[in-house]
């Protein structure tokens, strides 16, 4: 599969001439005051008081000041955004420096916890995003060498030997570049499970595994994570001043931005100091952020507007000529947060999307549109490892990083908690759904209120790396030569959304505090059971025949590209694509026999009904360990 290249990380700092004159304490702020002032209104105030300031703790504030106009200005329209970017990061740096000089620093530690199964391009590049944003912005700073304040976690879940070892080479690569990394590995995980009372040990079986020491490994996002807090309690040496931040293997601590010439992905959110500085001034408990990229839904909910937005790129393509210089670049996706590539979005609140969504061709240089449609379909097969061609999502700043909103959905590669946060924890993991993280933020919700927030502070979401599909793996995606098998997934996204709903109207009808009743367990179970059996049979008959006037306009309405020999290739892998979709998604696939099976959604049904029974018996041993 044809990839774009990835982007090359941006220029990082030199380090100081040990034989130059040593600069003022707040030359980068003199700089960016001479350089920016003209242009944005509140700069030149900040000049003058720069004048008058002797004070250390008024230079950092000066800084704080300067940062956030600069930050404003770095994201309006028509920005000369990278030097903009340049001075901001440099202003974060400098003002470190003053924190160090004044000695005194109240912030925050970060302990953060990347779980990770048979992912080494991804945690590669989780790393280098952190690495990057500790250069850039250097929290906390770096004068023994590594940056004090920042201790990652490489909580370890795969099954594959040669993986773990390229994880452990990879903590070890970027120990020697400063961060401070540990690989948390399957011996020590069932070391400290096992170091639990065994009566406690019991009671935590769902939230923690109670896997065998022989199969310790692919226990599931929910329980790996779970599983790290025990590691976040032995390694915290002040509880009362470190949070704990919960990042996905394939997320990286940056956004993406839209430019004339396509993506562009920039390390401009200085995440740790905007955290800290929400911790330190508000009561929260636990703040979650988004997701830019890639979507963080399974292709199970994705296949019908992709399959509109495929039919719309062909129908265009129809009209166009071959050779012609191609015209598919600078098309818009929608900004983050309006679910545009779920095809139940109304199931969430948001309202009906565009019908279809136009490509924007990744290509470079000079192109026709057969070279396009080429590059296109070679990727189509990366939608069933969860990427969207058409509905990428982009990062929007609008009311800045540090707005804070109420939350109802933990997004479980993104999610900070302080000391008591850790209580609010993902729980049913056992059950192997999806939706967990919507599915713990309504009973999170429900008992904090507020407490639970959210902020724009999203992560880059990556499905795939430049490393290809051969490299990437994804739990209940399995891969033939042509084949794709989602049964696994699909199923799991059914019965997920089944015990999301079910946990949204529950909490609106009993008390999150106390053990949930089974009658009124069993009463919303069974209402939102024929809810989704009816929303997902129209979906399922939309991709039925969508998939059908694909295949018509694609090999039998006698367009161009049936006449081109070098595009025979292409048309192999739409008709491999179309295949996959049938075998996944039609009238006899596995996932939507067994939706419709009645004997196996009641096995599903009694698990959901005793997992949410068992909710409140399982908080409180958990609890127990804070």
């Given at each position: 599969?044809?990839?774009?290249?990835?982007?090359?990380?941006?220029?990082?700092?030199?380090?100081?001439?040990?034989?130059?004159l040593?600069?003022?304490?707040?030359?980068?702020?003199?700089?960016?005051?001479?350089?920016?002032?003209?242009?944005?209104?509140g700069?030149?105030?900040?000049?003058?008081?720069?004048?008058?300031?002797?004070?250390?703790?008024?230079?950092?504030?000066?800084?704080?000041?300067?940062?956030?106009l600069?930050?404003?200005?770095?994201w309006?329209?028509?920005?000369?955004?990278?030097?903009?970017?340049?001075?901001?990061?440099?202003?974060?740096?400098?003002?470190?420096?003053?924190?160090?000089q004044?000695?005194?620093?109240d912030?925050h530690?970060?302990?953060?916890?990347?779980?990770?199964?048979?992912?080494?391009?991804?945690?590669?590049?989780?790393l280098?995003?952190?690495?990057?944003?500790?250069?850039?912005?250097?929290?906390?700073?770096?004068?023994?060498?590594?940056?004090?304040?920042?201790t990652?976690?490489?909580?370890?879940?795969?099954?594959?030997?040669?993986?773990?070892?390229?994880?452990?080479?990879?903590?070890?690569?970027?120990?020697?570049?400063?961060?401070?990394?540990?690989?948390?590995?399957?011996?020590?995980?069932y070391?400290?499970?096992?170091?639990?009372?065994?009566?406690?040990?019991?009671?935590?079986?769902?939230?923690?595994?109670?896997?065998?020491?022989?199969?310790?490994?692919?226990?599931?996002q929910?329980?790996?994570?779970?599983?790290?807090?025990?590691?976040?309690?032995?390694?915290?040496?002040?509880?009362?001043?470190?949070?704990?931040y919960?990042?996905?293997?394939?997320?990286?601590l940056?956004?993406?931005?839209?430019?004339?010439?396509?993506?562009?992905?920039?390390?401009?959110?200085?995440?740790?100091?905007?955290?800290?500085?929400?911790?330190?001034?508000?009561?929260?408990?636990?703040l979650?952020?988004?997701?830019?990229?890639?979507?963080?839904?399974?292709?199970?909910?994705?296949?019908?507007?992709?399959?509109?937005?495929?039919?719309?790129?062909f129908?265009?393509?129809a009209a166009?000529?071959?050779?012609?210089?191609?015209?598919?670049?600078?098309?818009?996706?929608?900004?983050?947060?309006?679910?545009?590539?779920?095809?139940?979005?109304?199931?969430?609140?948001?309202?009906?999307?565009?019908?279809?969504?136009?490509?924007?061709?990744?290509?470079?240089?000079?192109?026709?549109?057969?070279?396009?449609?080429?590059?296109?379909?070679?990727?189509?097969?990366?939608?069933f490892?969860?990427?969207h061609?058409?509905?990428?999502?982009?990062?929007?700043?609008?009311?800045?990083?540090?707005?804070?909103?109420?939350?109802?959905?933990?997004?479980?590669?993104?999610?900070?908690?302080?000391?008591?946060?850790?209580?609010?924890?993902?729980?049913?993991?056992?059950?192997?759904?999806?939706?967990?993280?919507p599915?713990?933020?309504?009973?999170?919700?429900?008992?904090?209120?507020?407490?639970?927030?959210?902020?724009?502070?999203?992560?880059?979401?990556?499905?795939?790396?430049?490393?290809?599909?051969?490299?990437?793996?994804?739990?209940?995606?399995?891969?033939?030569?042509?084949?794709?098998?989602?049964?696994?997934?699909?199923?799991?996204?059914?019965?997920?959304?089944?015990?999301?709903?079910?946990?949204?109207?529950?909490?609106?009808?009993?008390?999150?505090t106390?053990?949930?009743?089974?009658?009124?367990?069993?009463?919303?179970?069974?209402?939102?059971?024929?809810?989704?059996?009816?929303?997902?049979?129209?979906?399922?008959?939309?991709?039925?025949?969508?998939?059908?006037?694909?295949?018509?306009?694609?090999?039998?309405?006698?367009?161009?590209?049936?006449?081109?020999?070098?595009?025979?290739?292409?048309?192999?892998?739409?008709?491999?694509?179309?295949?996959?979709?049938?075998?996944?998604?039609?009238?006899?696939?596995?996932?939507?026999?067994?939706?419709?099976?009645?004997?196996?959604?009641?096995?599903?049904?009694?698990?959901?009904?005793?997992?949410?029974?068992?909710?409140?018996?399982?908080?409180?041993?958990w609890?127990?360990?804070?």
């Amino acid at each position: 599969m044809n990839r774009p290249q990835p982007e090359r990380p941006p220029r990082l700092p030199e380090p100081p001439d040990a034989h130059a004159l040593p600069a003022p304490a707040n030359a980068c702020l003199q700089a960016c005051l001479a350089r920016h002032a003209a242009a944005i209104p509140g700069l030149a105030e900040l000049g003058e008081r720069l004048a008058a300031s002797r004070d250390t703790d008024a230079l950092i504030d000066l800084h704080e000041q300067c940062a956030h106009l600069l930050e404003h200005a770095m994201w309006a329209a028509g920005a000369d955004f990278h030097p903009l970017l340049a001075s901001y990061q440099a202003l974060f740096r400098e003002q470190e420096a003053l924190i160090r000089q004044r000695g005194e620093d109240d912030r925050h530690h970060f302990i953060l916890g990347i779980p990770v199964a048979d992912r080494p391009p991804h945690l590669r590049a989780c790393l280098e995003s952190i690495v990057q944003v500790c250069t850039l912005f250097d929290y906390g700073g770096h004068a023994s060498g590594n940056w004090d304040r920042i201790t990652v976690v490489v909580a370890e879940d795969s099954r594959d030997e040669a993986n773990i070892r390229r994880h452990i080479e990879l903590v070890e690569a970027y120990r020697r570049r400063g961060l401070n990394v540990i690989h948390y590995g399957l011996a020590e995980q069932y070391e400290l499970l096992h170091a639990l009372p065994p009566p406690t040990r019991e009671r935590l079986g769902g939230l923690l595994t109670s896997q065998p020491k022989e199969r310790f490994y692919l226990k599931g996002q929910a329980a790996n994570r779970n599983l790290s807090y025990l590691k976040f309690l032995q390694l915290s040496e002040n509880r009362h001043n470190t949070l704990y931040y919960l990042i996905d293997s394939d997320q990286s601590l940056c956004l993406n931005r839209q430019t004339a010439a396509g993506e562009e992905v920039v390390h401009a959110l200085p995440y740790f100091h905007v955290i800290d500085r929400i911790f330190r001034s508000t009561d929260t408990l636990m703040l979650t952020g988004k997701m830019v990229g890639d979507p963080p839904v399974s292709p199970a909910v994705m296949a019908a507007n992709f399959l509109d937005d495929v039919a719309a790129f062909f129908s265009r393509m129809a009209a166009l000529a071959a050779r012609a210089a191609c015209t598919f670049h600078g098309a818009p996706g929608p900004l983050a947060g309006n679910a545009a590539y779920h095809d139940h979005a109304s199931l969430f609140g948001f309202d009906n999307q565009a019908a279809s969504y136009p490509y924007a061709c990744r290509l470079a240089g000079d192109h026709d549109h057969g070279a396009c449609l080429a590059d296109f379909t070679q990727r189509l097969d990366a939608f069933f490892f969860g990427e969207h061609l058409t509905r990428k999502t982009w990062f929007g700043y609008g009311p800045g990083f540090a707005e804070l909103a109420p939350a109802r959905t933990v997004y479980p590669g993104n999610y900070v908690v302080n000391h008591a946060g850790l209580k609010y924890l993902i729980p049913f993991g056992h059950l192997r759904l999806r939706m967990s993280g919507p599915t713990a933020g309504r009973l999170i919700a429900a008992e904090i209120g507020a407490r639970f927030a959210s902020a724009n502070l999203p992560n880059l979401h990556r499905r795939t790396t430049e490393a290809g599909l051969a490299d990437d793996f994804r739990p209940g995606v399995e891969m033939g030569d042509t084949s794709v098998d989602l049964s696994d997934e699909f199923e799991r996204q059914f019965f997920g959304d089944l015990m999301l709903f079910a946990t949204e109207q529950l909490v609106k009808r009993a008390d999150v505090t106390q053990p949930f009743a089974r009658d009124a367990v069993e009463a919303v179970v069974g209402e939102k059971e024929a809810e989704l059996l009816a929303l997902y049979q129209q979906k399922h008959d939309a991709i039925v025949e969508r998939s059908r006037q694909l295949d018509d306009l694609v090999f039998n309405a006698g367009h161009w590209w049936l006449h081109a020999p070098e595009l025979a290739a292409a048309l192999q892998q739409v008709r491999a694509f179309i295949d996959n979709i049938e075998r996944n998604f039609g009238a006899c696939a596995p996932a939507w026999r067994q939706i419709q099976s009645a004997e196996h959604r009641a096995q599903r049904k009694r698990q959901i009904v005793e997992a949410l029974m068992n909710y409140r018996a399982e908080r409180d041993a958990w609890d127990s360990l804070f």
